[in-house]
């Protein structure tokens, strides 16, 4: 195996440290364990399934998993922003007596909750697998973990950004609890981009959730790369990226004064 | 020799913190609304200037609310300068609050390698001195269960044991030279002590004025933020003295 040079592997070591704590942690007073981040969105999924395919009787061919396809990686974003909203607030000892890469500790929620994500994805798989499309190569080798890269920048950006502000105001938690919920209805999740008005199409793609669901939804249920949404994907993530740095790094600085 | 840490000029201000208005105490005073910005200032350091050379032991003593520890946040990086400047060249290890990096449901075990790469080490450098440290440590019995259920001599024992099992280079410490009960100080002053000798570089905040001219060869005297005095321990601390028994 090649060698890292050592304060590079540190560094691993610590993100790795981390992440394992963030997973082990979160269940370890339970008895299902991990199993739970595999029954959270199932339960979830059924409730939607129960409200949109038998309630309202939506006109989708295999609705279930039309919707597992957005809502999985879904999941992944929302329990990452809610989650690391509170992890600088709640890691206050951590930051003022120990010095380390903050970021470090958002990093490891993201990709926490990116394991749980990878629980469920068997479920996609077989959901794929007996689908008209079967599965590709060029979806599940090469489109899935370009999308899961451009989901992880995204949601790291936007985590900067929110955890940090959080620590000046506890208000950011509370807002984003509301507006979460708003985004997710905002976002073609539950119902298809074809259902929106065609004037209010281009309105929807300000939302970088609109296209990246966009395209793990082409991904699994097309088999295809979108690739003008993963465009648009990418260089939203990458803008977001480098503002939460900016503000992140600026508002680093004073951290000691409000925690 | 070669500074290992250098400050100048350096400043730190704290806003004053007076409770923060709610947002219904802000609709109520809004008729005198300003919009003047919160200018008050806790000046905690006032622009000193100090270094310290590889090998030394500072002492830093003065009363509560001085600075010191402070001081010691900034030295560390947790914190940054208002204004001035500050290097610290090379690893720091703090002795400030022990096990401050311990997390309560994890074990010894998982502790001792979760800090032991925090304080600077890889996971692999952690994990070959693993047993060195538990030995230190002295509870290789509980050293599988979770750290909530440690007393706390334990715990301290035990983050005592991690942060000097990993070769510091720089020690910063804030009264912590010993913990634990009597033959446990003995033996952490025991190994602590001649590290510090042994030509670690080491910033030591304490109020036992005893200790600090027992280990520190220079002494720096804080007050209020100001630099009151600065030399040879003995001498810091004689004028240190003086000043409070006049």
Same mark, same amino acid.
């Given at each position: ?30 008895? /299902?364990?991990? @199993? ?30 039309? $919707? $597992?396809?957005? /809502? ?15 992890? /600088? ?56 973990? /370009? ?56 309105? @929807? ?13 082409? $991904?699994? @249920? ?38 | 020799?070669?500074? =290992? =840490? ?10 004053? =913190? ?177 590290? =510090? ?50």
């Amino acid at each position: 195996m090649f060698k890292l040079n050592r304060s590079l592997q540190r560094k691993f070591d610590l993100l790795y440290l981390l992440t394992y704590k963030e997973i082990t942690l979160k269940y370890k007073r339970t008895v /299902l364990g991990i @199993f739970w981040s595999l029954l959270n969105p199932i339960f979830s999924a059924l409730v939607f399934m129960v409200a949109f395919k038998i309630f309202m009787r939506f006109k989708i061919e295999n609705y279930t998993f039309f $919707l $597992l396809s957005a /809502l999985f990686p879904w999941n992944w974003f929302l329990s990452s922003i809610t989650i690391s909203a509170r992890s /600088l607030v709640d890691n206050v000892t951590l930051i003022k007596k120990v010095i380390f890469p903050r970021q470090y500790l958002i990093i490891s929620v993201i990709l926490a909750q990116l394991v749980h994500l990878f629980f469920s994805m068997p479920i996609l798989f077989v959901f794929s697998l007996y689908s008209n499309h079967g599965i590709s190569f060029l979806a599940w080798g090469i489109g899935i973990p /370009l999308i899961i890269l451009i989901q992880f920048v995204f949601t790291f950006g936007v985590s900067l950004i929110i955890s940090i502000s959080n620590t000046f105001y506890r208000d950011i938690e509370y807002l984003i609890a509301v507006l979460i919920n708003l985004a997710f209805w905002m976002t073609p999740i539950t119902y298809p981009m074809s259902s929106i008005p065609e004037k209010f199409r281009s309105l @929807f793609l300000l939302n970088p959730l609109t296209s990246i669901m966009s395209v793990w939804r082409g $991904l699994l @249920f097309e088999n295809k790369i979108l690739w003008d949404y993963l465009f648009i994907a990418l260089g939203i993530a990458i803008a977001l990226l480098t503002l939460g740095t900016m503000i992140f790094k600026k508002m680093e600085k004073r951290l000691d004064e409000v925690l | 020799m070669s500074k =290992i =840490i250098e400050v100048k000029h350096l400043i730190k201000k704290f806003p004053m =913190i007076k409770n923060q208005r709610a947002f219904k105490e802000m609709v109520v005073n809004l008729h005198r609304f300003s919009p003047k910005k919160n200018n008050e200032h806790f000046i905690a350091l006032n622009s000193i200037n100090f270094s310290v050379e590889k090998g030394e032991c500072l002492g830093i003593i003065g009363k509560n609310g001085a600075g010191k520890s402070t001081l010691l946040s900034l030295l560390l990086g947790t914190s940054y300068p208002t204004e001035g400047e500050l290097k610290v060249y090379g690893k720091r290890t703090p002795l400030l609050e022990l096990g401050a990096g311990f997390h309560p449901d994890l074990t010894g075990r998982e502790n001792i390698v979760l800090n032991g790469v925090l304080l600077g080490l890889t996971k692999k450098e952690v994990l070959a001195r693993q047993e060195e440290i538990i030995q230190f440590s002295e509870i290789s019995e509980f050293i599988d269960m979770p750290v909530r259920t440690y007393s706390a001599g334990m715990y301290m024992r035990l983050a005592f044991s991690v942060a000097i099992c990993t070769d510091p280079e720089i020690l910063l410490i804030d009264e912590i030279l010993a913990v634990g009960d009597e033959s446990f100080q003995k033996k952490s002053q025991g190994a602590l002590i001649p590290l =510090i000798k042994s030509g670690v570089t080491t910033v030591f905040v304490s109020h036992n004025l005893e200790e600090v001219k027992k280990i520190c060869n220079r002494a720096l005297w804080l007050d209020h933020g100001n630099i009151m005095a600065e030399g040879s321990a003995p001498e810091v601390i004689s004028q240190y003295l003086h000043k409070i028994n006049q």
